[in-house]
């Protein structure tokens, strides 16, 4: 028996050591020390990663809270299908959930800090059958005012935002400007121009122009007389000559 168990011990050492077997083990990821002005409110930021399937049935969170100045460790939220917050203590109606299980998310907000929430809080998760790891912690330090650094960063995410309000408007302004220009432009350049067409057509392919005939003014050489303006189209005299000849034909018949 001695020798048998020896032999699995071994074997198992060996698929151990080869990386064949590994051991899970769930690690939790805190932002480290955090700073909060008295009153305010602030989150307790906790991510893990498991490496196996998260069930969001089983999975249990839990956060407890040490007091810097001696004093025992309290429970401050609890989490198991659902968040439970502390029905008595000092973090009473304090806590509410900020977490998000599917996306490995356990972080929670504490309301209105007070300068006796100074202290370590706890972040522990466990994912069955992955139970073991290493636990998170966050430092809590509230004060009476924000530190510089805080200030600068405030300062700069408010000037940032209205900087990038002022391009924007910049940038809307000069396009409406653009657009406003460019339609006038077009509009001159595209406006339709008028031609002159026959009153009298029908279509304008049937269009016919129309000359005024230029006046004629014929002196009669036998007693010098000036006759009636003739408005009658040049082109039209060698159909009166034929007429005239068609007359003498028919007299010369008489």
Known sequence: MCANGLY?????????????????????????????????DVRLRCTFDSQVPINPHTLTISWSFKPLTKGREESVFYYHDKPYPPLEGMFRKRISWAGDVMGRDASIIIKEVKFTYNGTYTC???????VHGALGEIRLLVVTTASFSE??????????????????LLVVVSLRKYRRRHRLQGGIEEAPRKERKDPT????????????AESLIEIDSSDGMISDASTKDPSSSDDGEDDDDDDDDGNDSD
Do not use: W
Not at 25 to 40: C, F, I, K, Q, W
Not at 124 to 130: A, C, L, S, T, Y
Not at 155 to 168: E, S
């Open 8 to 40: 699995v011990l071994a074997v198992l050492s060996g698929l151990a050591a080869s990386g064949v077997l590994q051991v899970t083990g769930m690690r939790v990821y805190t932002s480290g020390d955090v700073e909060a002005v008295n009153g305010t």
């Open 124 to 130: 522990q998760v466990k994912n069955p059958p992955d």
């Open 151 to 168: 200030f600068l960063l405030l300062a700069l995410a408010i000037g940032g935002g209205i900087t990038v309000l002022v391009i924007l």
């Open 201 to 212: 057509a029908c279509h304008p392919s049937r269009a016919v122009h129309l000359y005024a």
